[in-house]
């Protein structure tokens, strides 16, 4: 009898990386420190810098440009301003991401359960869409939600409405850009995990008397968890940060955290305060993959 | 208590599955046996529910079941990978199934004591199934199956992962295990060892059909078709033609020197036919014994296998067939390559069969 692996040991086929491994992975390191490490510690420094009048950044240390996310300036109580926007974001990213799960993980697991030799055909189908600017396709949506658009001109010509109704530039419109946008990223990780599950796991279910909502209670979704999770990670923090799906179906009405961050660089010219805008982002990035990975390892 | 009737299952143009018949008693060990690709794990899936058939239907208990899901099907598998769900540890692996029926926790924890005691898993309840061996994998597969109580439990190449002397030390168990629950069990396997040691009745199935259903004893003494004879044990097909009936044996000729009796009575006299000799019934000495039923011949080849040898016989006409020496030692007269030897086959050990 064969003894069971020590829990001290790697799993077999797996090594510590040695030098090669270093080397191999060199290229990402360097992209990392050079594009993700390095603007982020400037843009710390700069959410604690000032700006001047001509809006050059000021290497003046201060709070404040945290205290004016949080705090009203005229009252001194806390701000609702920029707090209703990251909450409004955080709504539209959490309903397209539960959107994109809902109609994301179907897909997914029909073409992971289809035949071999379907399965990559189906996939190019889920990526056709990345064959044209996202912009392109944002556009498309908008001809199409407008008041004299596709969609309000076929209703009336059906005489369903009289008059057209008002689709573009709602919070519907924007949640229905991200969803579309992202919902690539969901099925592409769940796929991934549907494609390993073991069938015959889901058949021992069905033999041990779950039928097929408890099998995939009990079965199913737990082993291709972290597809999902993956795929929730991949739609919602993107979601989270966009801004021209908001611009361009959402009109400017009601601001997303991703369009006030990109006015203080460019219209605004206050680039700690939009540093601070971002390093706040981040932040809540953070903790919503802490709970993200935190349910992973309690499943 | 389970029954199959004139059950055919096509994939497509191929035919997995054809007309076959089947009953199996309650408290059965039966063995569907043979090659891979024969027909029989799809023949052991339209049991547990996992395929339909094309044509005909499959009773459990006298209901007909063959449009009821697996997990309405009073059936468990243990599955040739096992499948054991490698995201919960043994004891919810083996309660799985029981907490699908939502019984008491009270009466899943009496039962889950009973099971792990039964096949020996006491102290591994709370492992992952990556924690565990090959062996022990195999037993948390059989108890997540039998702990269910099914009429019928259906098996899959159980075996097959195991090493060889585990795999023998599992028959011997598996075929005590089903003694004790008196649970009807249908086994799937390519392996005729495994079929011999544990079965009341095989079933010999290839390409999609069944060749022939009885005891080991009958299947390996009395194959009915050439594929038995051949895919249990060895055996020395030969063709002959009858030539008379002589005081309640009948007369055949085997080659110009090999005339021999036997009791089996021919289809039609004059019309070829084949025989099926185990290489162990036929007897050889170096000195003509006074009995019936003897030919010539010589040693042409000596293969040695430990216990036994193995003999190619040529007689003087060409005939060429394998015989067994046990190898008893010194009390043994000894026979080599070369050698002329008398080769005494009884008529009742000569078996008519078909080609097939």
Not at chain 1, 10 to 15: A, D, W
Not at chain 2, 88 to 102: E, H, P, W, Y
Request: glycine share 8%.
């Amino acid at each position: 009898m064969q003894t069971a692996i020590g829990s001290g040991e790697l799993p077999v086929g797996t090594r510590r990386p040695g030098l090669v491994g270093w080397l191999l992975m060199m290229p990402m390191l360097v992209w990392l420190l050079a594009f993700v490490v390095a603007p982020a510690a400037i843009l710390l420094v700069y959410s604690f810098c000032q700006r001047d009048e001509l809006g050059r950044v000021i290497y003046d240390f201060t709070w404040g440009n945290y205290q004016r996310i949080f705090f009203d300036s005229d009252t001194g109580k806390l701000g609702t301003t920029y707090l209703t926007v990251f909450l409004r974001s955080v709504v539209y990213a959490a309903l397209t991401t539960v959107i994109c799960a809902a109609a994301g993980y179907p897909v997914a697991w029909f073409i992971g359960r289809a035949p071999e030799r379907w399965r990559n055909r189906l996939l190019m189908l889920v990526m056709v869409p990345f064959w044209t600017s996202f912009l392109v396709r944002t556009y498309a949506w908008m001809t199409i939600l407008a008041n004299e658009g596709l969609l309000n001109a076929c209703l009336q010509s059906a005489g369903l409405i009289a008059e057209p109704l008002e689709l573009l530039y709602t919070p519907g419109a924007v949640v229905l850009g991200l969803t579309y946008a992202y919902l690539p990223f969901f099925i592409l990780p769940v796929y991934g995990s549907v494609e390993k599950l073991d069938n015959s796991l889901v058949e021992a279910a069905f033999d041990l008397g779950a039928g097929p909502l408890r099998a995939f209670q009990s079965v199913i979704l737990p082993l291709t968890y972290p597809g999902v999770v993956a795929g929730v990670l991949l739609v919602f923090i993107p979601a989270l940060g966009m801004f021209a799906i908001a611009q361009l179906m959402g009109g400017g009405v009601d601001p997303t955290i991703g369009e006030v961050i990109q006015n203080q660089f460019l219209a605004a010219r206050d680039w700690p305060f939009g540093a601070a805008l971002g390093m706040t982002l981040v932040a809540v990035f953070t903790v919503a993959f802490w709970f993200a990975s935190g349910k992973r390892a309690a499943a | 208590m389970v029954e199959l009737r004139s059950v055919t299952k096509r994939f497509g143009t191929v035919t997995a599955v054809e007309q076959v018949s089947l009953r199996i008693a309650a408290g059965e060990f039966l063995t569907l046996l043979g090659p891979s690709g024969c027909g029989k794990t799809t023949l052991l899936r339209m049991i547990s529910g996992f395929e339909t058939p094309t044509e005909g239907t499959v009773h459990l208990d006298n209901e007909d079941v063959t449009h009821l899901p697996p997990y309405r099907r009073n059936v468990n598998q243990v599955f040739q990978s096992y499948a054991l769900f490698p995201h919960l540890t043994v004891a919810d692996n083996i309660t799985f199934g029981l907490r699908m029926q939502k019984l008491p926790k009270s009466e899943i924890a009496r039962r889950l004591k009973e099971v792990t005691e039964l096949v020996s898993l006491g102290g591994m309840e709370s492992r992952k199934p990556a924690q565990l061996s090959g062996g022990q994998r195999q037993r948390v597969a059989l108890a997540r199956a039998i702990v269910c109580r099914p009429k019928v439990l259906l098996l899959d190449e159980p075996l097959s992962a195991l090493d060889a002397k585990l795999r023998h030390a599992m028959q011997i168990e598996l075929k005590r295990l089903q003694r004790t629950l008196g649970i009807t069990f249908v086994f799937v396997t390519h392996d005729q060892e495994e079929a011999l040691t544990m079965s009341d009745r095989i079933a010999i199935v290839n390409q999609g059909r069944l060749e022939q259903v009885a005891s080991a004893d009958e299947i390996y003494h009395a194959p009915k078709t050439t594929f038995v004879a051949h895919f249990i044990g060895k055996a020395n097909i030969l063709p002959a033609t009858p030539i008379g009936e002589e005081g309640g044996l009948w007369r055949i000729r085997l080659a110009a020197d090999v005339e021999l009796a036997m009791e089996a009575k021919p289809p039609a006299a004059g019309t070829e036919m084949l025989l099926s000799i185990r290489p162990e019934k036929i007897h050889l000495r170096k000195t003509r014994p006074s009995a019936a039923n003897v030919f010539e011949a010589r040693v042409e080849e000596e293969i040695f296998r430990g216990p036994i040898d193995e003999l190619t016989l040529r007689t003087a006409s060409g005939l060429a067939l394998t015989a067994i020496l046990t190898n008893e030692g010194s009390m043994q007269e000894a026979i080599h390559a070369g050698d002329k030897v008398f080769c005494h086959v009884h008529p009742g050990d000569i078996v008519l069969v078909r080609a097939g």
